[in-house]
């Protein structure tokens, strides 16, 4: 099945979504991060924090114009037997040395996409390349939210091979979507990541064991919940189209005790910690000569509400 498309079936309709994590979380994700940056990359990143939220997601639009894009946003780790992690070997040279590139790439690749978004952003770094670093930034950033959406992690990554079709846009954009704006996303502050390519892949394997419970919880609830109040028509943009009901996500939401959530601010730290750790393997380059056009006063107060929000765990609600 073509994964550029997730179709989520609701017995009435097909919903076709165009994004991992759902717009909103891709955008909120790269937008928090950047207060979890250090006072000489923050300056550059909060003058250019609209474009990094804006470009969240030009990787999931790249994939209408790039069939080459696709595979970057998961890792079936099943594929690969009982202890996925044991077999696939790290380093992209040992791991199609040991199978067919052609395999890696059908079954996904978003660990080596991380390591390689990471060292195009050193070497924009390095070059002092404001569109370099703004663009390697917000791709990054996404591959990394990606990573932690645990179906992106398995083969069953909508349900379709256990008779929960639909599921992937349940978890990762109906829930978010209704409950994200109670979430803490306090997470701190960057830390230095001293080797890129095994953090992706401990991310990887840290979100590849949640697949079982997500799947899992929604069985049980599935089998329990009233059928005929399981969907409801919701409005997306001008269009009413059928999604789960919000009493059924909320039942949902419930089970899983915080995991998306958990999943959102594990996103935003690993996001900054990338970004900060790219900078400090570039030489910590002075950014602040970097920065096109200084923030007035008033968008230096309103970012400095922001950040005070999201040091409390708060978000400020942005529309797109």
């Known amino acids: 099945m073509n994964r550029r498309i997730i179709l989520s079936i609701t017995g009435i309709c097909l919903i076709m979504l ?25 300056g550059f990143y909060k003058a250019n924090i609209d474009y990094i939220t804006e470009h969240a997601v030009s990787p999931d ?7 080459s894009e696709a595979p970057r946003h998961f890792f079936d780790a099943d594929h690969y037997g009982k202890k996925p992690f044991e077999a696939m070997p790290k380093k992209w040279k040992d791991a199609i040395a040991k199978y067919p590139k052609d395999t890696i790439i059908k079954y996904g690749t978003v660990p080596w996409a ?16 404001t569109s370099g670093i703004l663009n390697a930034s917000a791709y990054l950033g996404h591959y990394i939210a990606d990573a932690h959406v645990p179906l992106h992690l398995t083969q069953n990554y909508n349900g379709q091979l256990t008779g929960q079709t639909g599921i992937h ?43 079982d419970t997500v799947l899992r919880f929604e069985r049980i609830l599935n089998k329990t919940y ?5 969907y409801e028509l919701v409005q997306h943009g001008k269009k009413q189209i059928s999604d789960y009901s919000a009493a059924y996500s909320q039942a949902y939401h419930k089970m899983l005790r915080g995991m998306v959530a958990r999943q959102m601010r594990a996103s935003i730290l690993s996001a ?3 970004w900060y750790s790219a900078w400090v393997d570039a030489g910590q380059p002075d950014l602040d000569k ?12 309103k970012l400095q509400q922001e950040e ?13």
């Open 114 to 129: 991380i390591q390689y978004q990471y060292y195009r952003l050193v070497r924009a770094f390095k070059a002092h390349d």
């Open 61 to 67: 639009k790249r994939r209408y114009v790039d069939s």
């Open 18 to 42: 165009c994004s991992s994590w759902g717009f909103f979380a891709h955008y909120r994700i790269n937008r928090l991060a950047v207060f979890t940056l250090p006072k000489a990359m923050s």
């Open 290 to 301: 970097l920065i096109a056009t200084p923030l007035s006063n008033e968008q230096k107060a």
């Open 169 to 211: 846009a349940l978890w990762e954009s109906r829930l978010p979507e209704l409950f994200a704006d109670h979430y803490n996303y306090y997470i701190g502050k960057a830390r230095y990541i001293d080797n890129p390519l095994n953090e992706a892949f401990r991310i990887c394997k840290a979100t590849y064991k949640r697949v």
């Open 272 to 274: 900054g910690s990338f």
């Open 308 to 320: 005070t929000l999201y040091q409390s765990g708060k978000a400020l609600v942005i529309n797109h």
């Open 226 to 230: 009233p059928q005929d109040k399981k």
